[in-house]
């Protein structure tokens, strides 16, 4: 997201890269080669974001810190008066459960402080969003199913290793499966249910029911909804990996005693798996995610897909990182740039597709995100 912004200065003059971990500011800025401020912050300490933000004066705050952070950044936006924009939502440390509700309940304070929260501008959530509402605008008078498909079919060459923080993975993939249909939620085990998706420029991928939250949103935006679902792609080795992991006890979240101290399973186990981050270098194929639409249309059924490609290899000699993690970055400072020009100004607290998808979807093609979409 950082190398994306740096290369925008008409729009982002000025950048500060903040981080609870200064060499890695230091290692990007250097990487990045253009001039911007770095930052050492603790993002659960209110008080201390609420320091840079009054330091540095900014125009809007992006956070791609983890969902625990988000409601301490939040805080701290209110407090100064700036706008906020994240990628993921909230999800207590201790309880390993996410929903829009806590930061929703944020709506009228942010209002009455007359500025705006963008919630979920990433890819799933973020782009997946968008491209239901212009599915919406564009195709449908109602919308009635929607299948969200994530297809990582890249290869890094380790046994086990999570494309993003591995704790926050794994706790969404330790999950209970959950899908909407016929006005209520309905939950399975987890990774219980899945079936063979055939993926542009992939090829047939098992992918498996999971929970993810743009399905909280769409569900209350697009309120015609039948049913929705959210599929992700898993290889056989590291669900062979993931389920030894849970069998001995390293996906547990609650502290056990170790000599002498109190320590997180997953926290520790994060530590011994390889860094997200140093995965972009030796990443190779592609990601396929999109969403698979239908409805009706002037009285007739109607049934599109729209997706995005995306190349690792391509992505890591653009921007030094691996596609999910350039997936993740370039919607994010889409959704500032329209923010900061006021393309998208409101008051209040909102999802990406409550916003006009059309100039979002022009910025795509034009970042790094190409979009296709077919009437099938």
Not at 114 to 137: E, Q, S
Not at 239 to 260: A, C, S, W, Y
């Amino acid at each position: 997201m950082a190398y994306k912004c740096a290369k925008i200065p008409e729009v982002f003059s000025e950048i500060c890269l903040a981080s609870r971990t200064l060499e890695k500011c230091e290692r990007i800025k250097k990487q990045i080669g253009r001039s911007m401020e770095i930052a050492r912050v603790d993002a659960d300490n209110r008080n201390e974001v609420t320091g840079l933000i009054n330091s540095f004066k900014p125009d809007i705050v992006i956070n791609v810190a983890l969902p625990y952070q988000d409601i301490s950044i939040m805080e701290a936006c209110l407090e100064t008066g700036v706008d906020y924009l994240d990628t993921a939502n909230y999800e207590p440390p201790d309880d390993p459960k996410f929903c829009y509700k806590w930061q929703w309940d944020y709506h009228d304070r942010f209002k009455e402080k007359g500025i705006l929260a963008l919630l979920g501008c990433g890819f799933d959530p973020g782009v997946t969003n968008i491209f239901c509402a212009h599915a919406k605008k564009e195709h449908f008078d109602e919308i009635h199913y929607i299948d969200i498909l994530d297809c990582n079919a890249g290869d890094h060459g380790y046994a086990f290793a999570t494309n993003f923080n591995p704790e926050i993975n794994i706790r969404e993939v330790t999950a209970k499966g959950k899908f909407y249909e016929n006005g209520e939620w309905k939950e399975r085990d987890p990774l219980s249910v899945h079936k063979t998706f055939d993926f542009p420029s992939i090829g047939p991928r098992e992918a498996y029911l999971m929970y993810h939250e743009e399905m909280e949103s769409l569900v209350k935006n697009l309120p015609e909804i039948k049913r929705i679902r959210f599929w992700m792609t898993f290889s056989s080795s590291y669900l062979n990996h993931l389920k030894v992991l849970q069998n001995v006890g390293m996906t547990r979240i609650d502290p056990v005693e170790f000599e002498g101290m109190k320590i997180v399973p997953l926290k520790f186990l994060k530590a011994v798996l390889p860094d997200p981050a140093s995965l972009g270098a030796i990443y190779k194929g592609k990601t396929c995610i999109g969403c698979l639409i239908e409805g009706i249309k002037d009285g007739e059924n109607k049934k599109i897909y729209i997706y995005n490609i995306s190349n690792h290899e391509a992505c890591y000699e653009e921007v030094k990182a691996q596609a999910v993690s350039y997936t993740t970055g370039v919607p994010a400072m889409i959704g500032a740039m329209l923010m900061v020009t006021n393309v998208w100004r409101a008051k209040g607290v909102f999802n990406v597709e409550e916003f006009d998808p059309a100039p979002f979807m022009e910025k795509l093609n034009l970042y790094g995100l190409p979009w296709i979409e077919k009437e099938l």
